[in-house]
């Protein structure tokens, strides 16, 4: 296994839309996904997606930690399980969206509050070639929803409709927003 470098914003990888995977069982797709997980872990990050490493293919992986939940959210019934998908699908149920804060290991240092679908229904094939099914809420929606954007070459500022609430990390903890309007509506998430 191998610690993988990560592409930071700018990068052509990260604009780009990445290529469906032909063969899901592929010995180089299960070696690349455990140097993502690998990776993801050394950066201490929620989730990656293959073309973070460099790689535009149609690849996810994350997990859901327990301590990035919302209040109130229930907990994932996998935590901590390292979750795979291979050409991923994603489906809104429903209109409601949710505003969180969320970093990406793509844009370090930062944060900004992202406007994200409450629930979804995901689709996508695993390491084992067979497709499969999940509806999900919370921080599972927001992190596959971020993850997945990468697969399409959106960085989370692009979603974001108030650039006054993207920031410096150290700064935004020195310097508290103080806006009522935001503060009132945004979860702290992060993906």
Not at 32 to 57: C, F, I, K, S, Y
Not at 65 to 78: I, T, Y
Not at 124 to 129: C, E, I, P, T
Not at 159 to 165: A, K, S
Request: charged share 30%.
């Amino acid at each position: 296994m191998a610690i993988l470098k990560i592409a930071r914003m700018g990068h052509p990888v990260l604009r780009r839309r990445a290529d469906p995977v032909a063969d899901p069982t592929a010995p180089e797709i299960r070696q690349l996904v455990r140097d993502m997980v690998e990776t993801v872990h050394d950066a201490d990050g929620a989730g990656l997606a293959a073309p973070q490493v460099h790689v535009p293919l149609r690849v996810v992986v994350f997990h859901v930690p327990g301590s990035r939940l919302a209040e109130g959210e229930a907990p994932d019934p996998e935590e901590g399980k390292i979750h795979v998908l291979i050409n991923p699908v994603i489906e809104p149920l429903g209109e409601e969206q949710v505003s969180g804060w969320e970093g990406c290991l793509s844009v370090p240092g930062f944060r900004g509050v992202v406007p994200r679908w409450k629930r979804l229904r995901y689709r996508a094939v695993g390491l084992d070639g067979k497709e499969f099914t999940r509806e999900v809420e919370g921080f599972h929606a927001r992190v596959v929803q971020h993850e997945c954007d990468h697969l399409d070459g959106i960085l989370y500022p692009m979603r974001m409709p108030d650039l006054t609430l993207l920031g410096f990390e150290e700064e935004m903890s020195r310097y508290p927003l103080g806006r009522d309007d935001a503060d009132d509506e945004i979860e702290e998430e992060e993906a």
